[in-house]
């Protein structure tokens, strides 16, 4: 595998469900991202991974909990979610590099539907 | 704090028309611009990137020219093709951050 890599691409669940998304990058980046993006909706940052530590949650609802066990590894756990949060979810890695502004390398995706 | 702007709307042209996608920015210090691409069902890929003033990148016939004076990043291709039909997103990150400030991406069309 190269890339980064998501899984499953697709998965439906029922709102007392619990699921996870998993992504995994074999880049040897330091930072680990989760993106929403719905339709006709700007792409939403929602977390930030940087060498395994959280430095960014943007006011994400706590039925989302994300967990980075290493740099090459991200987890979003899903439970008690909502229709409305039915969309893509998308993964991303970039090197971590300080002081330079790091492009970022995205994953294929989750399309996530909630019944 | 960082930003970009898009044009607003889907953009439909013909095969081997001239293709402008406007974006600009507002930004402190010293910005990296950025033009990802998203094809049907995938996530974003990186089309092309600039690191400073006045620099062009350029991609698969794509450029962008980043433009200091007048904070914009507008992605040109002198003849598209139908395999173009995708969203185009701008991109500003900023220098000592992880984030990327993206634009609201615009669908292009390609008829052939």
Known sequence: ?115 | GNSVTQMEGPVTLSEEAFLTINCTYTATGYPSLFWYVQYPGEGLQLLLKATKADDKGSNKGFEATYRKETTSFHLEKGSVQVSDSAVYFCALGGYGNNRLAFGKGNQVVVIP
């Open chain 1, 1 to 115: 595998e190269t890339g980064v890599t998501q899984t499953p691409r697709h998965l439906v669940m029922g709102m007392t469900n619990k699921k996870s998304l998993k992504c995994e990058q074999h880049l040897g980046h330091n930072a680990m991202y989760w993106y929403k993006q719905s339709a006709k909706k700007p792409l939403e940052l929602m977390f930030v991974y940087n060498f395994k530590e959280q430095t960014e949650n943007n006011s994400v609802p706590s039925r989302f909990s994300p967990e980075c066990p290493n740099s090459s590894h991200l987890f979003l756990h899903l439970h008690t979610l909502q229709p409305e949060d039915s969309a893509l979810y998308l993964c991303a890695s970039s090197p971590g590099r300080t002081g330079e502004a790091n492009e970022q390398f995205f994953g294929p995706g989750t399309r996530l539907t909630v019944l």
